[in-house]
DNA sequence: TTTCATGTAACTTCATATGTTTCGTGAGTG
DNA sequence: CACTCACGAAACATATGAAGTTACATGAAA
């Protein structure tokens, strides 16, 4: 299965928008990311739904942080996107009328569930500003302090 | 994303052959399935290959089970499947320069990477004996003792 | 008024599970 | 031997959804 890195992309958006005092552009984030500034557009709709990021048009216009980045996790984010599958398998047939096919649905069926919940718990556990941290760790650890995008992208 | 659903489907399969004493054909299978019998031999390949299953051609050939219910566990068949992806979601690069990428990798790599293991760590724990039995279970709760694809299929 | 940047719709591309057709091979039947 | 049955395998078609692209409208700042 092919698989969606919507989430994994967005958070990378979102960790060097917060490096930044000012808007970014959707086409500077775009470059950053080897895509195109309609995919970020489209990846961070939800989050401005939600209120996480705020978008100004215009000249010094892009995107900004709008929230608290320890009081976010990385389940609220998923939840933005619109709560994509997280698992690739899934039962054949939902409500089957096969006795057969009901049992094997209420054993994967239960697996599959607690997989979910296990995998979204995980996700909470973890804030946007944990993440943060965690990256100026790894860039003392690698001696610099690079203030944007191109330094960061190009270390 | 589009769920994978082979694994559903092969257990389901391999259930209803547990019923039957002698060999069943793809084409029985396959209307049991309300698919191809080509899609049935393809999910059967593996396990055939494993030893769990053989097939038989020509006359009163076709699908039996050549393994002990009791000793093969979902977690077998998931693996002769050819271990097909579990998540639907993934990190967007893998070995990204940016550190900021790194970071997100990090804490969603192991996340996703701990959730793959809860879940085979599930399908160890349940038999292919295990799944029959429950069938059984069911079976009787509905009254019945039906010995026949169609029969169960019907109900 | 010109430029910049987002918002949105429509389209293309790509990967992959699933469905279908076709032909070959071997096994049992008459 | 000829026939039928059933699997094996390749080739092709279909469907879905993420990702990439193009085009145009809207609104803000210079």
Redesign the pocket.
Known sequence: ??????L??VLHVLLHMAEHRH????????KA?????????????GL?DQGYVQ?????????SIACDLSKISLRDIYHALGN??LL?MGN?TEAPGCLVEQSVNAALGKAFEDAEAFLLARFGEVTLAALSADFHRRMLARGGTPQDLETIHAS
Request: no cysteine; proline share 7%.
């Open positions: 299965m092919k698989r969606d890195s919507r994994s992309g808007p970014v552009t959707s086409e500077t984030l775009a990311m080897t895509t195109n500034p309609v995919v970020i557009r489209r990846i961070m709709a401005r978008s100004e048009k215009g000249h010094g216009g892009g995107w994509p599958s690739a054949r």
